[in-house]
């Protein structure tokens, strides 16, 4: 509420002075500067009045009274700049946080509503390629910057586990496949088995393959029961995976859900009039009006495709409020196309693509086909590396140990979930250090440095900060002399802090997760700036207090910031 405080206390005697909506003048004083004045500006042709903006600037700047939050008003040009009192900018900020605590940055909203959103979405038996790496980490922030928007959230893994090609690895397993190595390494070992069958397939393997499928669409015990089984270990593994990364689905999903919701779609499609059949007996539906050609929805042959299994799905869904789908860039034509099927079928509205581009140089020292599973443990392996260069860190790490949960971890087990902890943070932040539509070349050396933009640096600073707490021991409280904290350092350090709540929105509004994570690397370097200069240790009691009130909101709204994108912010290194 800080800066919003502040934006209200200035749009409240403008409006009286312009006879402008409070509101429009609010948002277009924008975020605060981290400035020593002029933190506020308002653009006064943006009023789009008939006066000289100017003339009316220096006007408004002569009549604008001075009050308890801000300083002064002065002219620029058209732009009309406002500067605030330091002090008590400093104290709502740091009040606000510490009355917030983990809920800074959050928003509310006047009415629930519920967001259904579709990410990763691996395909059993095949690798986890890129593109499903990057789905997995945006659709991970999505669904965080949704719940902090106030969303109630449904985070779905629409797995590809149904069609021809399963139908191709339960013949490949019958020929190929081990059942200890199935226990094992589930996800690895149907890759293999599906690789092997594909080298070796043959028309009659081929039809085999269809034969198979058709017994599973026609409900064959057996058929089903090896297939939930597969389906099953290979969930289970992907969890395990997942929780590295700290992610969980509200659900598994898959195309085979969608089966018994096929016939009914094809009711509504032919009652709203939307199905045009070809010569050849295919069902299309003619989007050209729209710039979208004309999709399948049903093949010559009477089976449907995935994007039937998709629009079937909407009915499974039960029409969610609002749905969201983090898919490759490559991807839009079709996901155009079924959004408007749903909007003419009156099946759901409100529906939207996160699109992003592609990961380029990704391999694997277990070859060029990538595993989720192997990204992190090279990521975990580098990290490891590094730690164990800093002799006397690794023995203090090993000796004190971390808490995770409730669990307090020493010895190798503390350097190993630090290394792993680290080695995501890695990946994440390289995943969304950009704008998500760019394309990207994946780098483990430059992603795991300590110095740079870097999740690692990131988590040094968060327990860089945890280490001063710990080691002043000075308390943390709000009942503290605020006048002592002169320092520019401090008052652009309270600036930065106070800029995150905006920052969330406007990363929400642009599903930019790239906007959080630039200011984080805002926030840690006016963080180790204010570090360099405002000591604690040493201070006098008073000023520590205050001191260490400035830090710990500092720390707490870059752990909320971590959180945000997807990373636990480690409290020991």
């Avoid at 013949?171 to 069958?197: M, Q, R, W």
């Avoid at 990961?359 to 992190?376: A, E, H, N």
Wanted: some cysteine; overall charge neutral.
């Amino acid at each position: 509420m800080s800066a919003t405080q502040f934006r209200q206390a200035i749009a409240r005697q403008l409006s009286r002075l312009t006879s402008c909506p409070e509101s429009q003048l609010a948002g277009l004083l924008g975020t605060p500067k981290p400035t020593l004045q002029h933190q506020f500006g308002l653009p006064i042709p943006r009023l789009q009045s008939q006066r000289d903006s100017v003339e009316w600037c220096n006007e408004l700047a002569r009549k604008f009274e001075p009050n308890d939050l801000i300083e002064q008003a002065s002219a620029r040009g058209p732009f009309l700049q406002f500067s605030v009192r330091p002090t008590e900018y400093i104290k709502q900020t740091l009040l606000q946080v510490h009355r917030e605590q983990s809920a800074f940055g959050c928003h509310t909203r006047d009415t629930p509503q519920t967001v259904v959103i579709d990410y990763s979405s691996p395909n059993i038996a095949k690798p986890f390629h890129a593109g499903h790496l990057r789905s997995t980490i945006l659709g991970n922030f999505v669904k965080r910057i949704h719940q902090a928007m106030g969303y109630d959230v449904m985070g779905i893994n629409y797995l590809g586990d149904w069609g021809k090609q399963y139908g191709l690895l339960a013949v490949g397993f019958e020929k190929f496949g081990d059942e200890t190595l199935l226990a094992k390494d589930p996800i690895h070992h149907l890759y293999n088995v599906y690789v092997k069958i594909n080298t070796e397939l043959t028309e009659d393997l081929d039809h085999q393959a269809n034969v198979y499928f058709k017994r599973m669409e026609e409900g064959d015990p057996s058929a089903l029961s090896q297939w939930k089984r597969f389906r099953e270990l290979s969930i289970d593994s992907y969890a395990s995976v997942y929780k590295r990364l700290g992610i969980e689905f509200e659900r598994y999903s898959g195309e085979s859900e969608t089966e018994p919701y096929i016939q009914p779609l094809y009711e509504l499609l032919q009652s709203k009039q939307l199905i045009t059949e070809t010569s050849d007996g295919a069902w299309i539906i003619d989007l050209s009006a729209y710039g979208l050609g004309s999709p399948i929805v049903r093949r010559a042959d009477g089976t449907s495709l995935y994007l039937t299994r998709d629009l079937a799905n909407l009915i499974l869904r039960r029409s969610p409020e609002k749905s969201i789908y983090v898919v490759g860039y490559e991807q839009s034509l079709y996901l155009q196309q079924m959004f408007k099927i749903a909007e003419l079928a009156s099946l759901a509205t409100n529906m939207h693509h996160v699109a992003f581009g592609r990961v380029l140089g990704m391999s694997t020292r277990k070859g060029t086909v990538v595993f989720l599973q192997d990204i992190l443990d090279t990521a975990q392996e580098k990290m490891r590396k590094s730690i164990k260069e800093n002799v006397r860190k690794c023995e203090e790490l090993m000796s004190l140990g971390i808490q995770m949960g409730d669990k307090q971890l020493f010895g190798q087990q503390a350097v190993d979930q630090v290394a792993d902890q680290l080695g995501t943070s890695a990946v994440i932040v390289q995943d969304l250090i950009s704008k998500r539509i760019k394309n990207y070349t994946f780098d483990y050396d430059r992603m795991t440095a300590s110095r740079g933009y870097t999740g690692v640096y990131l988590q040094y600073t968060h327990a860089r900060m945890c280490a001063i707490e710990r080691k002043t021991q000075t308390r943390i409280s709000t009942d503290c002399d605020y006048s002592l904290l002169k320092e520019k350092e401090a008052f652009e350090l309270a600036l930065t802090i106070s800029q995150f709540p905006d920052v969330t929105r406007a990363a929400y509004q642009t599903m930019e997760p790239h906007i959080v994570v630039q200011y984080l690397f805002r926030l840690a370097q006016v963080m180790s700036q204010a570090n360099s200069s405002l000591r604690i240790k040493g201070a006098d009691p008073n000023l520590a207090e205050a001191r260490m009130l400035l830090f710990w909101s500092a720390r707490t709204t870059l752990s909320n910031g971590l959180k945000l994108i997807g990373i636990n912010p480690l409290e020991r290194i």
